[in-house]
Nanobody, 129 residues
Framework: QVQLVESGGGLVQAGDSLRLSCVAS????????VGWFRQAPGKAREFVAA????????AYADSVTGRFTISRDNAKKTVYLQMNSLKPEDSAVYYC??????????????????????WGQGTQVTVSS
């Protein structure tokens, strides 16, 4: 099994920055892809960003491209989501997810929650206007 723990959420003002962390434990060698998702009240869970273990290839939702950056520290078994120029519409619970499958960036299968095998408990991000 793999356990994921997110941290770094909080209450900030529009235009501020936050860095979320996702620490993995357990059978982490299984992890190929790590993604960040978010879910606002009354809305479906949506893809934010993903990174692949080997190549380090990254993917982002259009809504965060240019503002958010996903990165990894393999030695610390940690994936980060640096969020800059935050907007009120970025407010949501942010979840880290891990998959034991190599994604097809052509098909974009990494955007679907079903692609991922393991999930963290989430961390709340609230952006005030």
């Amino acid at each position: 099994q793999v356990q994921l723990v997110e941290s770094g959420g909080g209450l900030v003002q529009a235009g501020d920055s936050l860095r979320l962390s996702c620490v993995a434990s357990g059978r982490t060698l299984r992890i190929i892809t790590v993604g960040w998702f978010r879910q606002a009240p009354g809305k479906a869970r949506e893809f934010v960003a993903a990174i692949t273990k080997g190549s380090g290839e990254e993917a982002y939702a259009d809504s965060v491209t240019g503002r958010f950056t996903i990165s990894r520290d393999n030695a610390k078994k940690t994936v980060y989501l640096q969020m800059n120029s935050l907007k009120p519409e970025d407010s949501a619970v942010y979840y880290c997810a891990a998959s034991s499958t190599l994604p097809s960036y052509d098909r974009g299968d990494y955007v679907w929650p079903d692609f991922y095998d393991y999930w963290g408990q989430g961390t709340q991000v609230t952006v005030s206007s």
